[in-house]
């Protein structure tokens, strides 16, 4: 991080075809996941993935809060998303902003088109992200550690909601950015897919890419979400694993 | 689905225990297809081109002509005649406002109660954060959660701690025909109500409680393997400050019986007979 102190662009990709941090393009960082580490929450997660820190909770379906916001065929789904002040090397100003704002609303709208919200109507599922340390792409590492909350909340919905960002860096299309290649790559594209039904509840750019360019993009972002979606299984099936084990008292 | 997963068809009047009591358990996450086989999607799934998927975490659990999910993790879904642990949010004129761990509030009018109150004197009876055991009279499918104070047992509950479990272990806490909440009563003298929601009241000394706490803890954490009810038991015989607290026996034999479980349990007193005092409760289905 410290080392591109001066203004000139890094070298993305090498003759080789090797990413700044030595991964392929289509390679994901590392992912680890931590099903319900938090106590008091419904549900909850925590999510390392590459640099990224991020840990979500789950509340509810609970009593709306502000009332005004209650609905009375479904459930609102509301979304925080935060960033901690000491995520980032500059310190990030604390508090909503127009950026975490956003996050918050797409974040919100993905989960509104997979969970079941009209089984529990007048309701609020609360879901909370803290950012703890950022590296580019934590919009979808909140996504994720929110989407494992929400199962570990036992929230019914269509499916888990793997994502991923894919980019352009370097001239090349590839799978997940890290911060070097969101700051000076040529284009960035977060999506998180229903992996049941392949739609997309989430897809948003940034930057440049011609139509071929994003359609290899987008079917390499597909096969990254569905590398997530198995470390996100997996995870659920750590933390739930006693409870299958033959021979419980039912 | 119903107004909510646990909404399944009754356990009781299947053919004895449990199909998958001896089978594999198989954990099954939302969006996971499964073995329909010309099942019904039930609770905890749903259907989309004729294949059937999980809808919630939990384990998988065929019941023709249903196949359905059975919850693992979640909050409390009310169902009509549970007995359940409430705490007043707020009071109103007429009625109270119940914290039930549910997805809403839960109002419990001052005819409900077994109290005389003029209108405006509720607060007389309740305040903010006194704790009630009631129970679950009506559902609407609005999510609204009617409650009553009217039945054996039900009552404002005097004293004690309430320890919050999450709803999907309480069957274990019951045990087989109360036996589970038997075995606690009966080493520690402390008094323990259970309500389906996942709340336990107790009440005793501070030492009984907090052994019925620490019980309480063991059930929650492994809660799944089999010989649950004597690990317990003799955690709380080991102990004990007496060295050997409780009676031996008796209790046991009556849990054997296929006696429906009571939602309230007490330490055998000499005034009172232990047998269970149950009569007008639903048998809550312990092994659900």
Known sequence: MGSVGAKEVPVLLSPEGLRIDGRRVNELRPIRITAGPLKHADGSAFVEWGQNKVMAAVYGPREVHPRHLQQNTKAVIQCKYNMAAFSVDERKRPGLDRRSQEISKVIAEAFDSVVFAEEFPRTSIDVYIEVLQANAGTRCAGLVAASVALADAGIPMADLLPAVAVGKAGGAIILDLKKEEDNFGEADLPMALVPQSGRLVLLQMEGHMTREELSTALDLGVQGCRQVYEVMKQALRDRYAVAAEPGAVA | MGNGHRSGPRRRGHGGSAPHRSGERILVLPGEELPSQGLKPGSGTYRVGGKVYASILGLLSPRPPFVQVVPLSGRYIPKPSDVVIGTVTDVQGTFWL???????????????????????????????????????????????????????????????????????????????????????????????????????????????????????????????????????????????????????????????????????????????????????????????
């Open chain 2, 98 to 288: 119940l914290d039930i761990a549910a997805p809403r509030w839960a109002p419990l009018h001052m005819t409900g109660t077994p109290w005389k109150i003029e209108v405006g004197e509720t607060e007389q009876y309740l305040r903010v954060g006194d704790s009630v055991l009631v129970r679950v009279e009506n559902l609407d499918p609005t999510g609204r959660i009617g409650v009553t104070m009217l039945g054996e047992g039900l009552g404002k509950l005097e004293g004690g701690a309430i320890v919050q479990i999450t709803p999907a272990k309480v069957p274990r806490v019951v045990g087989r025909g109360g036996s589970m909440i038997q075995t606690i009563t009966r080493r520690t003298g402390a008094q323990v109500a259970v309500g389906q929601n996942g709340r336990v009241w107790v009440s005793g000394d501070p030492e009984a409680i907090l052994r019925v706490r620490e019980a309480l803890k063991m059930i929650a954490d492994e809660g799944q393997r089999s010989g649950l009810t004597e690990r317990v038991d003799s955690y709380l015989k080991a102990t004990s400050p007496s060295g050997d607290a409780g009676i031996e026996e008796p209790a046991r034999e009556s849990a054997r019986r296929d006696a429906p479980d009571p939602p309230f349990a007490r330490p055998p007193t000499d005034d009172e007979p232990t047998d269970l005092d149950d009569a007008d409760e639903r048998p809550n289905d312990a092994s659900e």
